[in-house]
């Protein structure tokens, strides 16, 4: 066989790996991007009423996830009605990566709101986490 062409087919094959790669981590960025918009856009919008509670909570459950991955907190007293439902929410994600969750999130979001990124552009700062402005709804 010729020596020449292995180390050809090598080299292509190399990089179609770095290329694959490089697109992988650039949609991981934009994945990123996008969620940390949504949140900023959430947690303007959750104080509002716009939202309806049962769609906050599974947003709530989907930050929390994309954030913190898998639930391994203690389930709330059984009094504690807001902090169960809220648990509920992310315990129910099992173990959904927490890129899954970036992305399930934004789907949501712009599934609730279509337009929300058009406000994303509009915003210069975000005004925190989604679960600080769940206090207010629950």
């Not at 303007?44 to 996830?65: C, H, S, W």
């Amino acid at each position: 066989p010729c020596p020449e062409l292995s180390k050809k087919l090598i080299v292509n094959c190399i990089v179609q790996h770095v290329k694959t790669s490089i697109r992988k981590m650039d949609a991981s960025v934009s994945v990123e991007d996008d969620f940390n918009a949504a949140a900023d856009c959430v947690a303007r919008i959750a104080a509002t009423g716009e939202v309806p509670d049962a769609e906050l909570l599974r947003l709530y459950g989907l930050y929390k996830q994309a954030t913190e991955g898998p639930c391994v907190e203690k389930k709330p007293s059984f009094f504690d009605i807001k902090g169960r439902s809220k648990h509920f929410a992310w315990v129910a994600l099992g173990d959904m990566s927490q890129q899954e969750a970036q992305s399930k999130y934004v789907e949501l979001l712009s599934e609730l709101k279509p337009n929300w990124n058009q406000a994303k552009a509009q915003s210069s700062q975000g005004v925190g986490p989604v679960f600080s402005s769940l206090e207010v709804m629950f």
